[in-house]
């Protein structure tokens, strides 16, 4: 029986553990969990969303108080039109968690950039430009495109210097999406270094509909190396969603994947940027706390723990803060629910909205609990405290077991000596 570890990922000039751990907004894939990933040989990811306000909590910036300032005079009005990001300020923010990540990068393995091009932050060209440049002009390893199609991405970064250099990705859930994708970047040149191939069984949001469930990650790739194979492309494949064991892993990589993209897995790991008492929400989860819906307002369905706090909260928009998902026109759903519910409660104290999401401030505030479909087997990989908690997990530990364990084993830590 075949384990991770008796195969090599090989990107360019890179030989690693092929181990992927994605990307997971708003900094749960922090900087300590990728550089863990790093550090054992593999592959990690920062995320992209939301920095102005990670950097604030990680350097103690005060990029989105500058923000709010410039913009509090339009706090009551519903038209956020005018409400534009600096796009110095922003590159200034995405250099510094890029650059100080990159600083501290040990080990043979690389650090990329999860970036998310539905985060449109009312200009949508213009900042996701900054946004790649920055990243690469600080270091990165490399940028994996996600939720979205990036139909014109590479076109933003072909004038970078390094275009060519950075290994740079896409992640889609479908045959159609990767053709869009290349024929789309044709004119430039230069094809992905990798594809991650995600599955209706990921966390965050999903590349499907609300029929995620008839989709399934096996046939979606077998589907994309014949078409690929057909004409006469070699990218290397990485599937992600549901790859939960080791012997998960190893199966996909016997059957030609080049890697694989693991998250759930990871979001009791220590380094993960969760809260502790959140972590163990999703310990505690069983299967049916688990639910894929339509309240955020990217218009993606996205898998959560169906007590997250951020179901049918109904806090008051805080784009002059954040504003990230507002679109080129400065509207955001959650906006247009929100003034619903105002509008046909006018003596309400406080509100409730069922059907979005704020997602910038619950995403920011960890209210919004997205995880994988599998959370609910989390419980199997570690052990109860005297307490009854759950341990948290060192990123090593869930790492080595991905890359060692065979079939359905599941490596437990070890047990904690009381201290004497
Ligand atoms: C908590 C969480 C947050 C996530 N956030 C993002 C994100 O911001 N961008 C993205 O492209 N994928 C995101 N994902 C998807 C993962 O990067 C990954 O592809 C997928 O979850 C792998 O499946 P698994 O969780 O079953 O291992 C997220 C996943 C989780 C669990």
Excluded at 63 to 78: G, R, W
Excluded at 227 to 243: K, M, N, R, S, V
């Amino acid at each position: 029986m075949k384990c991770v570890d008796d195969f090599r990922l090989r990107l360019g000039r890179h030989e690693l553990v092929p181990i992927v751990i994605g990307g997971m907004g708003v900094d749960i894939s922090t900087a300590e969990l990728a550089l863990e990933a790093a550090r054992l040989g593999g592959v990690g990811h920062i995320s992209d969303a939301m920095v102005p306000t990670v950097a604030d909590r990680r350097f103690k910036t005060h990029f989105v108080k500058e923000k709010l300032k410039q913009y509090k005079y339009n706090v009551a009005n519903d038209d956020k039109s005018g409400v534009k990001f600096d796009l110095a300020r922003l590159a200034e923010a995405t250099q510094m968690h890029v650059g100080r990540t990159m600083e501290a990068k040990r080990g043979s393995g690389l650090i990329l950039i999860n970036c998310m091009e539905k985060l449109t932050m009312n200009a949508p060209k213009e900042t996701l430009r900054v946004r790649l440049h920055s990243a690469l002009d600080a270091g990165i390893d490399g940028i994996t495109l996600a939720a979205g199609l990036h139909l014109g991405s590479f076109a933003l970064i072909e004038d970078h210097p390094r275009f060519r250099d950075a290994k740079l990705g896409i992640i889609v859930s479908s045959l159609r999406a990767l053709q869009l994708f290349l024929k789309k970047s044709a004119r430039t040149g230069r094809l992905p270094d990798y594809v991650v191939i995600e599955g209706p069984l990921a966390g965050g949001h999903l590349g499907f509909g609300m029929d995620w469930a008839k989709f399934d990650l096996v046939t979606i790739v077998a589907e994309i190396r014949a078409w690929l194979a057909a004409e006469q492309l070699d990218i290397p494949l990485i599937p992600a969603g549901g790859i939960f064991t080791g012997g998960d892993a190893a199966t996909f990589l016997d059957n030609g994947a080049a890697a694989v993209q693991v998250a759930t897995r990871f979001t009791v790991s220590k380094e993960c940027g969760l809260p502790d008492d959140v972590k163990q929400e999703y310990y505690k989860a069983g299967e049916d706390d688990i639910e894929v819906n339509g309240i955020s307002p990217t218009g993606y369905p996205m898998r959560m723990l169906k007590n997250s706090p951020a179901i049918g909260d109904g806090i008051r928009p805080n784009c002059e803060a954040y504003g990230y998902i507002l679109d080129a026109n400065g509207n955001c759903q959650y906006i247009q629910a929100y003034n619903r519910e105002v509008a046909a409660h006018p003596d309400a104290k406080k509100i409730r909205v069922w059907d979005k999401t704020c997602l910038c401030t619950q995403m920011r505030n960890f209210e919004l609990w997205t995880c994988g479909h599998y959370t609910y087997r989390l419980k199997d990989t570690t052990r109860r405290l005297p307490d009854d908690s759950y341990a948290l997990l060192s990123a090593e530990h869930i790492f080595d077991d991905y890359r060692f364990s065979k079939g359905d084993a599941i490596a437990l830590p070890a047990i904690q000596e009381p201290a004497p």
